[in-house]
């Protein structure tokens, strides 16, 4: 399973930015993925994720109505694309951004639920930098 994140780089303050995570090595089956982000000196924190149902998505308070994940599933249903769109962007949110799933599959993120992300899901990428100036 190979997690690999873009899209990162610099915005002012109220600006948009949309990350990707390209998702390959394993069926696509019933593997949530989602994002969480680490800023200097603070804990990771989980922010969103993407299930295999439809409807399936969950957000932290803190970017609850600003960031919107969604998947693109290849043909052969055996990698995807999750993006991470942010908008309204704030100094805050400057931070290590990295995808997160795991090798087997997993409950809906309704019962993972986005602050056990981090812990629930083994598999993460290598992260990508955002950076939102004031």
């Known amino acids: 399973v190979q997690l690999v994140e873009s899209g990162g780089g610099l915005v002012q303050s109220g600006g948009s930015l949309s990350l990707s995570c390209s998702a390959s090595?394993?069926?696509?089956?019933?593997?949530?993925i989602g994002w969480f982000r680490q800023a200097p000196g603070k804990a990771r924190e989980g922010l969103a994720c993407?299930?295999?149902?439809?409807?399936?998505?969950?957000?932290?308070?803190s970017v609850k109505g600003r960031f919107t994940i969604s998947s693109d599933d290849a043909a052969d249903t055996k990698s995807t694309t999750v993006h991470l769109q942010m908008t309204d962007l704030r100094p805050t949110d400057t931070a290590i951004y990295t995808c997160?799933?795991?090798?087997?599959?997993?409950?809906?993120?309704?019962?993972?639920?986005?602050?056990?992300?981090?812990?629930?899901?083994?598999?993460w990428g290598q992260g990508t930098q955002v950076t939102v100036s004031s």
């Open positions: 997160v799933t795991s090798r087997t599959p997993t409950p809906p993120c309704r019962i993972i639920g986005v602050p056990a992300l981090v812990r629930s899901l083994e598999v």
């Open positions: 090595g394993f069926s696509l089956g019933d593997h949530a």
């Open positions: 993407v299930g295999r149902s439809a409807g399936d998505t969950l957000y932290s308070d």
